[in-house]
């Protein structure tokens, strides 16, 4: 009698242990993957990219190119950011070691720089103007263009920001920031100049 309770109650224990082990592995076969944060839509179409560099005279394989070493000296910095976020573009230009307290212009051009200022070629437009060089002020304007006038302070520092509609992305005329003489011009026959070209930088968009 003993030995039959003995053996009942070690197949009811080992029934249970079974039991025990199957709702273990189902529930851990079956539980739910760690929850994730789901991305927000501006996160997921948000791009950066940035372009530092020092000026120096031209060589081929400079950054930033000095073509007036008075106005933008040799050794001067330049740092330019371009973010697109949910189809709106937002670029930023800050410069240090220029003159100080002094008004620049300075735009997007459609060309890598070169050993000249004229090798960058004219200015970037959304939409182009058929006729060249572009001074309408329907199409040489701050919307179409990106223009990043700025003022130097004490120490020749400066910033300036552009936020437009512009797309970048499969155009290959976007290059360069050149950097001009003066602050650009907008009435009709002038719009989009800026006086000489005193140096240029290479950047993506």
Same mark, same amino acid.
């Given at each position: 009698?003993?030995?039959?309770?003995?053996?009942?109650?070690?197949?009811?224990?080992?029934?249970?242990? /079974?039991?025990?082990?199957?709702?273990? =592995? @189902?529930?851990?076969?079956?539980? *739910?993957? &760690?929850?994730? $944060?789901?991305?927000?839509?501006?996160?997921?179409?948000?791009?950066?990219?940035?372009?530092?560099?020092?000026?120096?005279?031209?060589?081929?394989?400079?950054?930033?190119?000095?073509?007036?070493?008075?106005?933008?000296?040799?050794?001067?910095?330049?740092?330019?950011?371009?973010?697109?976020?949910?189809?709106?573009?937002?670029?930023?230009?800050?410069?240090?070691?220029?003159?100080?307290?002094?008004?620049?212009? /300075?735009?997007?051009?459609?060309?890598? =720089? @070169?050993?000249?200022?004229?090798? *960058?070629? &004219?200015?970037? $437009?959304?939409?182009?103007?058929?006729?060249?060089?572009?001074?309408?002020?329907?199409?040489?304007?701050?919307?179409?263009?990106?223009?990043?006038?700025?003022?130097?302070?004490?120490?020749?520092?400066?910033?300036?920001?552009?936020?437009?509609?512009?797309?970048?992305?499969?155009?290959?005329?976007?290059?360069?920031?050149?950097?001009?003489?003066?602050?650009?011009?907008?009435?009709?026959?002038?719009?989009?100049? /800026?006086?000489?070209?005193?140096?240029?930088?290479?950047?993506?968009?």
């Amino acid at each position: 009698m003993f030995q039959q309770r003995s053996r009942l109650l070690g197949s009811i224990f080992g029934l249970c242990t /079974a039991a025990a082990l199957l709702v273990g =592995c @189902g529930g851990q076969q079956g539980a *739910a993957p &760690p929850a994730t $944060q789901p991305s927000s839509p501006g996160d997921q179409s948000a791009s950066a990219k940035q372009t530092s560099a020092t000026f120096e005279p031209y060589t081929q394989d400079a950054k930033a190119v000095t073509y007036d070493q008075a106005q933008v000296p040799p050794g001067s910095h330049v740092n330019l950011s371009s973010q697109r976020i949910d189809g709106h573009t937002k670029i930023t230009l800050n410069v240090e070691g220029l003159q100080p307290n002094r008004d620049y212009g /300075a735009h997007v051009h459609t060309k890598p =720089c @070169g050993p000249t200022g004229e090798d *960058a070629g &004219p200015h970037f $437009q959304e939409k182009a103007d058929p006729v060249k060089p572009s001074v309408d002020p329907a199409y040489a304007n701050p919307r179409n263009e990106v223009w990043l006038d700025i003022h130097t302070g004490p120490h020749g520092g400066g910033m300036a920001t552009a936020e437009g509609d512009w797309s970048f992305a499969n155009r290959q005329d976007a290059q360069s920031v050149v950097i001009h003489a003066t602050h650009t011009h907008t009435e009709p026959g002038k719009a989009g100049t /800026a006086g000489d070209r005193l140096a240029c930088v290479n950047a993506k968009f």
